[in-house]
């Protein structure tokens, strides 16, 4: 039971942390606790990003109980607010995507985490950074398909100055190269994977929903997004997948 517990990855993506709720991605701060806290509780291992790659590997320590990946996507400054305290409380690594052309930004309704914020955050020990693109943060197979074929699509050569520019932003303020990326609203093909292989991109993230086993793909990671309707109940639901 213990070994097939271990082949199982759940990948959590969160957005938002408000209070009120005002969006169904987002999640008020105590819910949030209670998420993890029952996560904790139900005898799941929160991993790191070197513990996920080693999963992928097939070399996750089987002392490693029951993995699952805590994300967020986005970036936003409420994360600083109320999840640091949380992973530090907790001792629970957790992982955000950021748009980095949104860096320190409030473009609409909420601001962004700002570069302070980020170091802080690394510096904490639990939180890792991914690219969620820098300013490509859109449907972009619909400009991908509009260009159609027969050439070189020139969407391609803009997709790889923006993985550059969003790797570069990252690794600027966190000190260490930028391996993963979650592809905005889960927009990829395997040109677009090519391009994030090429750029450095060694973990891909996307939209599909699934479990993900050990020794499976990761430029094809499946994920679980996290609603304002889960309460503890249905988030457990979704950690346990497949297990028994």
Same mark, same amino acid.
């Not at 693109?133 to 020139?154: C, M, Q, W």
């Not at 994977?193 to 973990?203: Q, T």
């Not at 993230?205 to 997004?225: D, H, Q, V, W």
């Given at each position: 039971?213990?070994?097939?517990?271990?082949?199982?990855?759940?990948?959590?993506?969160?957005?938002?942390?408000?209070?009120?709720?005002?969006?169904?991605?987002?999640?008020?701060?105590?819910?949030?606790?209670?998420?993890?806290?029952?996560?904790?509780?139900?005898?799941?291992?929160?991993?790191?990003?070197?513990?996920?790659?080693?999963?992928?590997?097939?070399?996750?320590?089987?002392?490693?109980?029951?993995?699952?990946?805590?994300?967020?996507?986005?970036?936003?400054?409420?994360?600083?607010?109320?999840?640091?305290?949380?992973?530090?409380?907790?001792?629970?690594?957790?992982?955000?995507?950021?748009?980095?052309?949104?860096?320190?930004?409030?473009?609409?309704?909420?601001?962004?985490?700002?570069?302070?914020?980020?170091?802080?955050?690394?510096?904490?020990?639990?939180?890792?950074?991914?690219?969620?693109?820098?300013?490509?943060?859109?449907?972009?197979?619909?400009?991908?398909?509009?260009?159609?074929?027969? !050439?070189?699509?020139?969407?391609?050569?803009?997709?790889?100055?923006?993985? !550059?520019?969003?790797?570069?932003?990252?690794?600027?303020?966190?000190?260490?190269?930028?391996?993963?990326?979650?592809?905005?609203?889960?927009?990829?093909?395997?040109?677009?994977?090519?391009?994030?292989?090429?750029?450095?991109? !060694?973990?891909?993230?996307?939209?599909?929903?699934?479990?993900?086993?050990? !020794?499976?793909?990761?430029?094809?990671?499946?994920?679980?997004?996290?609603?304002?309707?889960?309460?503890?109940?249905?988030?457990?639901?979704?950690?346990?997948?497949?297990?028994?």
């Amino acid at each position: 039971m213990a070994a097939e517990d271990n082949r199982i990855l759940p990948v959590l993506v969160y957005h938002h942390i408000q209070d009120p709720v005002k969006s169904d991605v987002s999640c008020t701060p105590s819910m949030f606790e209670a998420h993890m806290l029952a996560i904790k509780d139900a005898g799941y291992t929160p991993l790191t990003i070197p513990q996920t790659k080693a999963f992928f590997d097939g070399t996750l320590p089987e002392t490693i109980k029951k993995p699952v990946l805590i994300t967020f996507d986005d970036g936003y400054e409420s994360l600083y607010q109320y999840a640091l305290p949380i992973s530090i409380k907790y001792k629970i690594p957790m992982t955000v995507f950021i748009i980095t052309s949104r860096i320190g930004q409030k473009p609409q309704f909420s601001r962004y985490l700002s570069e302070s914020q980020i170091k802080e955050m690394n510096e904490s020990g639990f939180w890792y950074f991914g690219s969620h693109s820098h300013d490509l943060h859109t449907e972009s197979i619909r400009i991908y398909n509009a260009f159609g074929g027969g !050439k070189v699509n020139p969407l391609l050569e803009e997709l790889r100055a923006d993985l !550059k520019t969003s790797s570069k932003c990252l690794e600027k303020i966190t000190k260490v190269p930028t391996e993963i990326i979650a592809w905005p609203y889960g927009n990829h093909n395997e040109e677009y994977s090519v391009i994030a292989k090429a750029v450095g991109y !060694k973990m891909h993230f996307t939209s599909l929903s699934g479990y993900n086993e050990t !020794k499976s793909s990761p430029y094809f990671i499946k994920r679980i997004p996290i609603s304002a309707r889960d309460t503890i109940t249905s988030v457990l639901r979704k950690c346990r997948g497949r297990r028994r």
